[in-house]
Nanobody, 115 residues
Framework: QVQLVESGGGLVQGGGSLRLSCAASGIIFSITTMKWYRQAPGKQRELVAS???????NYADSAKGRFTISRDNAKNTMYLQMNSLKPEDTAVYYCNALYSGRFFWGQGTQVTVSS
């Protein structure tokens, strides 16, 4: 079955960096558009960044210039490098894949940025 497993979250001071990973299994990763979403307490889940099978990337305005999404098809893994983190980046970050007409989600990884 399809599994998406996030890792790399944690507690970091404002201005710091974290690198999130999403390991995928059960899909043909190389042909799948992958996305990072986040959900802060009391807020709706929002798209942070996406990367197509061809490597085309898109970012939310809040992530532009600070976050970098990437993928390693040989490892079936997607990454999110987050720099210059702000307290408002505090959220649970989720990996998402659209595969065979269905959306799949990971369990999420908590990112907490202290001021």
């Amino acid at each position: 079955q399809v599994q998406l497993v996030e890792s790399g979250g944690g507690l970091v001071q404002g201005g710091g960096s974290l690198r999130l990973s999403c390991a995928a299994s059960g899909i043909i990763f190389s042909i799948t558009t992958m996305k990072w979403y986040r959900q802060a307490p009391g807020k709706q889940r929002e798209l942070v960044a996406s990367i197509s099978s061809g490597g085309t990337t898109n970012y939310a305005d809040s992530a532009k210039g600070r976050f970098t999404i990437s993928r390693d098809n040989a490892k079936n893994t997607m990454y999110l490098q987050m720099n210059s983190l702000k307290p408002e980046d505090t959220a649970v970050y989720y990996c998402n894949a659209l595969y065979s007409g269905r959306f799949f989600w990971g369990q999420g990884t908590q990112v907490t940025v202290s001021s």
